[in-house]
């Protein structure tokens, strides 16, 4: 259901965190992906049919004339994320400011950076 969901509202949505194989942590991206300009019976060359399960999300706009034609997913390194965000929060660090980065749906205590 939170897959078609996503889908439906055309959004990426952000799995974790997670501990990566290689012991670091971090999250996975995903986002749905339509193409525009296209015909209803567009296949993509894909070997099988869409799941049926998704339902009208994954159905042809014919207003936009676009079709789902699948997701994307990234890793995103959590240990990456701090040095860019430690390098460009530096300056507030050097003036004396203290901060903290937390994702909205998150436990309490997970600190993305600080």
Known sequence: QQVIEMIRKNA????GPIDDIQGGSGFIAYTPIFVSGVEPNATFN?????????????SY???????FWGIASALVSLDGLREVLSARLAPLESLGFRYEIRGLDFAFDTVIAA
């Open 12 to 15: 990426t949505t952000l799995l």
């Open 46 to 58: 894909l070997p099988d049919p869409l799941d049926p399960v998704c339902g009208a999300p994954c």
């Open 61 to 67: 706009n014919v207003t936009s004339r676009t079709k």
